[in-house]
């Protein structure tokens, strides 16, 4: 089920198999969860202290050693392509790039929906505790927002906005009292306050090319757009559904045959981060974890041992299940501990190293549900970060040729 569903139906089947897109995604990835990147056995429980770890090379494919590129390693940006004859895989990667973005101008954001699904939407009058509430009981992470007062759409709240609050009242412990009281449509004052970026307000209409709702998404650096439409009758604008990254990156791997095209390494590409990541460690407490997701505007942060191998990963929708229930106590608690709090069917931590190429990464994404992968060597030293909006970057942005056409 989407996040971005509730009791709604969706468009006509086009000729991809809207079934597939709307499977369950939990279901989808399990048999990727009973893989660990290096092994084929299950790991212990997230709660137990060693999550799982998939590796798109480790399930999909057997494992195919290669020795690093001059300048791979160390935790900097792999190398870039020498000035040189262009190579057989250079040419498909090339043509690979040019299939997606043909298929995505011709396709729309409203093909991307699968049959039927779900749709939340909350008025800006909502309490801030009781949209936590609703959003944590349908297991959703973002809801478009509507103002009953102009019938109009009012940005998207995100985990972010729950970050912000939650930053806010750390600065002022005497208005702690109050945010049970605190509503969505004051989330503007908490941002003025607190010096961040305003609420995403970005949307599109349904109809317009899946390309440009994704060109969006980049520019404002959201992760995911509301469909927007207007009523033919009432001129009033309505919210018809919500589009990720990721459905839309699994959409691609499901209609698009020619991912399998792109079978450049990534230490061959200019894709992911490689430096000044921010990392924490078990005791590192949650607030400083916190403070990190915003200042870097981040999803994540990778959790190391002293000897930087990567044992766990804090993710920003970690931050809902501490203040469940307006228990705001555990924001005390250090990272470590507060991932005990995870829910037993956390997917796991999705690695890959700067040997995997995207037809692999293509494929984790079509078969399970992917928001990152995390960079690491054959020793689980942390090297990157590759989250979505780097993989849609490429694919969209990254030059098709020498003379740098797109």
Known sequence: MSDEAMNATG??????????????????????????????????????????????LSYLRPVQTR??????????????????????????????????????KVRTSYDVLPLSYRLIVFDTAL?????????????????????????????????SDYINVIQYYWQ???????????????LREVERAIGVNTIETVSIHPLRPLYEACTRMLQSRARRIPLVDVDDETQREMVVSLVTQYRILKFVSVNVKETQMLKKPLRDLHVGSYTNLAIAHMETPVMDVIHMLVKKNISCVPILDSQGTVLNVFEAVDVIALIKGGDYEKLNLSAGKALELRSEDF????????????????????????????????????????????????????????????
């Open 11 to 56: 468009p006509q089947a086009a000729e991809h198999n809207h079934q597939d897109i709307a499977q369950d995604d939990a279901k989808a990835g399990e048999a990727a969860r009973k893989q660990v990147a290096g092994g084929g056995h299950e790991s212990g429980s997230p709660s137990s202290g060693a999550p799982h770890f998939v590796a798109p």
């Open 67 to 104: 020795a690093l590129s001059a300048g791979g390693s160390g935790g900097s940006r792999p190398g870039t392509r020498d000035s040189k004859q262009m190579t057989v895989v250079d040419r498909e990667q090339i043509e690979g790039l040019r299939a997606i973005r043909a298929f995505l």
């Open 127 to 159: 309490l801030v505790k009781k949209s936590l509430n609703i959003l944590i009981q349908c297991g959703i992470v973002s809801a478009p927002l509507w103002d009953s007062k102009t019938s109009t759409f009012a940005g998207l709240l995100t985990v």
């Open 172 to 186: 002022n412990p005497d208005a702690l009292a109050q945010i049970d009281q605190f509503k969505l449509n004051s």
């Open 347 to 406: 997917p796991g931590i999705y690695t890959c190293t700067i040997n995997d190429r995207l037809d692999t990464i293509f494929d984790t994404i079509r078969k399970s549900r992917v928001h990152r992968l995390i960079i690491i060597d054959e020793a689980k030293q942390l090297k990157g970060v590759l989250s979505l909006s780097d993989i849609l970057d490429y694919t969209l942005n990254s030059s098709l040729g020498d003379d740098g056409s797109q």
